[in-house]
T-cell receptor, first 109, second 113 residues
Framework: GIQVEQSPPDLILQEGANSTLRCNFS?????LQWFHQNPWGQLINLFY???GTKQNGRLSATTVATERYSLLYISSSQTTDSGVYFC???????????FGEGTQLTVNP | EPEVTQTPSHQVTQMGQEVILRCVPI?????FYWYRQILGQKVEFLVS????????KSEIFDDQFSVERPDGSNFTLKIRSTKLEDSAMYFC???????????FGPGTRLLVL
């Protein structure tokens, strides 16, 4: 199976700051997803992005599959952005998503 | 917008008891999954299910676990004889195609005493 590594493990920001979260994966993927886990434990889909760039409001993501990494950008962060951000990859031959350890983001007012 | 639902939201059980966790995937999805997350850890894959059979399972998914699609809408995970280490959040997910977006339910928090 693929390996997924996320960095940084923890990030503390002041409201209004921008941030970049990184996800490295060990093998080619045909599904790369970013999730936000809110304080209630729910996994909220942010992006399905096996390659290329997508934007949704203040969030955007870029995956460079040939170099095996994905980046999640958060601009003008808000306190409600706090939580754990996970990336997860699915290798071409299987169905399982393999999750990284997550980045714990804290946005202070 | 269609979503995956799970019941119950919380369950407390005694060690050795059987539990059944229930999920209603998104209606036109064909692939179904169970994942779990032990408190403070990452999300781990348990099993995937397609065309009424298991398509992939992890080493965690041993003989005490089973899955079933008893009718056209429900998808269940049964744990036959719960252990303390089964305490976790269990997530159901579904996707339309094998390599498509997997949509996750809100989870069932299981506590084994």
């Amino acid at each position: 199976g693929i390996q997924v590594e996320q960095s940084p493990p923890d990030l503390i920001l002041q409201e209004g700051a921008n941030s970049t979260l990184r996800c490295n994966f060990s093998d080619s993927v045909n599904n790369l997803q970013w999730f936000h886990q809110n304080p209630w434990g729910q996994l909220i889909n942010l992006f399905y992005i096996p390659s290329g760039t997508k934007q949704n409001g203040r969030l955007s993501a870029t995956t460079v599959a040939t170099e095996r990494y994905s980046l999640l950008y958060i601009s003008s962060s808000q306190t409600t952005d706090s939580g754990v951000y996970f990336c997860a990859g699915q290798e071409t031959s299987g169905s399982r998503l393999t999750f990284g350890e997550g980045t714990q983001l804290t946005v202070n007012p | 917008e269609p979503e995956v639902t799970q019941t119950p939201s919380h369950q407390v059980t005694q060690m050795g008891q059987e539990v059944i966790l229930r999920c209603v995937p998104i209606s036109n999805h064909l692939y179904f999954y169970w994942y779990r997350q032990i408190l403070g850890q990452k999300v781990e894959f348990l099993v995937s299910f397609y065309n009424n059979e298991i398509s992939e399972k992890s080493e965690i998914f041993d003989d005490q676990f089973s899955v079933e699609r008893p009718d056209g809408s429900n998808f269940t995970l049964k744990i036959r004889s719960t252990k303390l280490e089964d305490s976790a959040m269990y997530f159901c997910a579904s996707s339309k195609v094998r390599d498509g977006t997997q949509y996750f339910g809100p989870g069932t928090r299981l506590l084994v005493l």
